[in-house]
């Protein structure tokens, strides 16, 4: 099975307005880390957010903030206010404790539309 | 930002010549990682460590080598490049417990 699934190959947002990527997750572990990455076209990833499974709040850094609903495996990243530079493939990641790697999901190709 | 580099950025080879894709990172992290990732797709690892001479080949099936001798550094080699090898090719690190991964810029690595 899957350890993360994204299932917005594609988003379209219009500028200033706000967009939900969707992202589910697997696992039995009860301690787990889950992250938002962003890849623009020149290819490097950018770290945006973190949530940790035990956190009691949603994760928020500036226009980003992560919609942990644990119950149902979810943490589904919230872009405020879009920008035309938010334009980007966003991947979705979660580790954990007691593994030795990252899983990524397979990524939403985000573009900000004038 | 980030404290790990990879060299080079952009490389064009031709076939059949061998190649070695630096990374270092200043951030003493036991674990470090390759991807191989085509445009606009999904991250595959190919290779990780936990530390000093300790390698590991990942998910996907990569003609590729690493070695670990230091810490700070997990060259990647390819022996005898092939067209098929072209793609971009991320290197990440990681501390032991939790925390996230920090990425280099990445190598694009065009084999002709």
């Known amino acids: 099975a899957q350890k993360i699934t994204q299932t917005q190959p594609g988003m379209f947002v219009q500028e200033k307005e706000a967009v939900t990527l969707d992202c589910t997750y697997d696992?039995?572990?009860?301690?787990?880390?889950l992250f938002w990455y962003k890849q623009p076209s020149s290819g490097e990833m950018i770290f945006l957010i973190y949530?940790?499974?035990?956190?009691?709040q949603n994760a928020t850094e500036g226009r980003y903030s992560l919609n942990f609903q644990k119950a149902r495996k979810s943490a589904n990243l919230v872009i405020s206010a879009s920008q035309l530079g938010d334009s980007a493939m966003y991947f979705c990641a979660m580790r954990e404790p007691t593994g030795n790697q990252f899983y990524f999901g397979t990524g939403t190709s985000l573009t900000v539309i004038p | 930002e980030a404290d790990i580099y990879q060299t080079p950025r952009y490389l064009v080879i031709g076939t059949g010549k061998k190649i070695t894709l630096e990374c270092s990172q200043t951030?003493?992290?036991?674990?470090m990682y390759w991807y191989q990732q085509d445009p606009g797709m999904e991250l595959h690892l190919i290779h990780y460590s936990y530390g000093v001479n300790s390698t590991e080949k990942g998910d996907l099936s990569s003609e590729s080598t690493v070695s670990r001798i230091r810490t700070e550094h997990f060259p990647l080699t390819l022996e005898s490049a092939r067209p098929s090898h072209t793609s971009q090719y991320l290197c990440?690190?990681?501390?032991?417990?939790?925390?996230?991964?920090?990425f280099g810029q990445g190598t694009r690595l065009t084999v002709v």
């Open positions: 951030m003493g992290h036991d674990k």
């Open positions: 696992t039995s572990d009860p301690s787990y880390g």
């Open positions: 949530q940790g499974s035990y956190d009691q």
């Open positions: 990440a690190s990681s501390e032991r417990w939790g925390g996230r991964a920090f």
